[in-house]
């Protein structure tokens, strides 16, 4: 059989062992380098984002001593949310960064990419029409990391789901009710949500008394249990604000009902709640004070 001749021209031999390897280096260490720019920038935004600066327009502004007035936590809860972002925009910039990268070097070494970008072309339209619902979760989950619509340990009414948030993907959220059951909750059908647990909550009592009681001196023992409460050291930063008796609530089928509100930090709601409602008891108790209930029981002496 006759000898096959398998050298290159000088030319050739080149261009594959130097031109080509040289330029797939060049697109690596440029693909390296645009990684690190962006992923410094992204950190550069998390870390202001974090910290919370005010645009120098609203330094001495009502709006920016309302962005400093936060609550106790807010800070972590805002370093969390712009890590998350942060994260999440690493990531994306990654992805696009490689393939950009991998399609140019492929090019490089001699591989055609216009069939490839075709059919990446046509796969990518096959994939949104047959990934809508994924596409829909993970958008809602972008918007409500960003929008701060709730964080872990939040407690959130999502319609059919109501408890506390223990995980929040760009996927599904996942929240545990009171009685254990957790839920998993995907993002692009939440259509609202309740947060009870955001800046404050408040403390709503409507308390009964029978029709014959003296509406003034309630009110006044109500405002009094309320002030001890919100007085007292053990409570400090529980109660944010003077609690306040709003008066007659309505007229009820067993007695007046007397509403009283407290502000209190998050989900410090439920405990002041317990708390008033024993002293509150134990003080219409020593006053006098009938609290009415839908039942009698009445006891028949029997021969």
């Known amino acids: 059989m006759p000898d096959l001749d398998l050298s290159l021209p000088d030319g050739k031999l080149y261009e594959y062992l130097v031109e080509r390897p040289a330029g797939v280096l060049i697109i690596i260490a440029v693909a390296l380098l645009i990684r690190w720019l962006v992923k410094r920038s992204i950190g550069r935004v998390v870390r202001r984002a974090s910290h919370g600066t005010v645009p120098g327009v609203l330094a001495n502004s009502k709006a920016g001593e309302m962005l400093a007035d936060l609550r106790p936590g807010a800070s972590e809860r805002r ?5 998350a972002m942060g994260d999440l925009l690493t990531s994306i910039a990654t992805i696009v960064i490689i393939g950009i990268a991998f399609v140019m ?22 994939l949104g029409f047959g990934a809508q619902t994924l596409v829909k979760d993970f958008l809602a989950g972008i918007f409500m990391i960003m929008e701060d619509q709730f964080g872990v340990g939040d407690v959130v009414d999502m319609g059919e789901a109501a408890g506390t948030v223990e995980a929040v993907g760009l996927r599904v959220t996942r929240l545990r009710d009171v009685n254990g059951t957790v839920w998993y909750v995907r993002n692009g059908e939440v259509l ?49 604000e003077e609690p306040e008796v709003w008066g007659v609530e ?9 509403r009283l509100v407290l502000k209190t930090a998050p989900l410090e709601q439920w405990t002041v709640a317990r708390t008033m409602r024993q002293r509150i008891k134990a003080s219409f108790d020593e006053a006098g004070i009938r609290i009415p209930t839908s039942f009698q029981t009445t006891v028949e002496d029997q021969a």
């Open 79 to 83: 370093r969390q949310r712009a890590s």
């Open 192 to 240: 609202r949500v309740g947060n009870q647990s955001q800046n404050w909550a408040r403390t709503v009592l409507d308390i009964t008394v029978g029709y014959e009681a003296d509406l003034d001196r309630v009110q006044r023992i109500l405002a009094d249990v309320a002030h001890t409460l919100y007085e007292e050291p053990a409570l400090k930063g529980v109660i944010i």
């Open 250 to 258: 309505r007229f009820a089928k067993d007695g007046v009902v007397v």
């Open 105 to 126: 070097i492929l090019d490089q070494v001699g591989v055609n990419i216009a069939p490839l970008l075709t059919g990446a072309g046509i796969l990518g339209v096959a």
